[in-house]
Nanobody, 121 residues
Framework: QVQLVESGGGAVQTGGSLRLSCAASGSIFRIDAMGWYRQAPGNQRDLVAAITSGGSTTYADSVKGRFTISRDNAKNTVYLQMNSLKPEDTAVYYC???????????????WGKGTLVTVSI
C-alpha cells in the first residue's frame, strides 16, 4: 500500500516563503506523475502544480513565477517551493501521486492527508 506523507506547511506573512515536501512510501517501481493540489474553505480542490517522471511541469496560472515544483525520483519525493506568498494562497495543500506501479499492483491515484498553509496580511 502506497502512502504519501506531506510536511512543510505553516503560517507565514505576505511575501514569505515555504517549502512543502511529500514522500511516497511502499514497494514502488514507478510513479508517472506527482503533484500538489489545494483546497480553501468552501472551494473545490484545484491543481497547483504537477511534474512527470521525466521532469515536465505544469502550473496553475495563479502560481506561475512564484511556485516551483521539483522531484527526486530516487526518493519518490516531490517538493513545492512557494515564494511571494499571498493571502489567497491560504489553503490545505494535498500531495498526489498518479500512476503508481508497485511490486503488487498498479494504483491510479493516491492522496496525502494534506498540510495547511496560512498566509496572513
Amino acid at each position: 500500500q502506497v502512502q504519501l506523507v506531506e510536511s512543510g506547511g505553516g503560517a507565514v506573512q505576505t511575501g514569505g516563503s515555504l517549502r512543502l515536501s511529500c514522500a511516497a512510501s511502499g514497494s514502488i517501481f514507478r510513479i508517472d506523475a506527482m503533484g500538489w493540489y489545494r483546497q480553501a474553505p468552501g472551494n473545490q480542490r484545484d491543481l497547483v502544480a504537477a511534474i512527470t517522471s521525466g521532469g515536465s511541469t505544469t502550473y496553475a496560472d495563479s502560481v506561475k513565477g512564484r511556485f516551483t515544483i521539483s522531484r527526486d525520483n530516487a526518493k519518490n519525493t516531490v517538493y513545492l517551493q512557494m515564494n511571494s506568498l499571498k493571502p489567497e494562497d491560504t489553503a490545505v495543500y494535498y500531495c498526489n501521486a498518479h500512476g503508481i506501479t508497485t511490486r503488487q499492483s498498479f494504483q491510479v491515484d493516491v492522496w496525502g492527508k494534506g498540510t495547511l498553509v496560512t498566509v496572513s496580511i
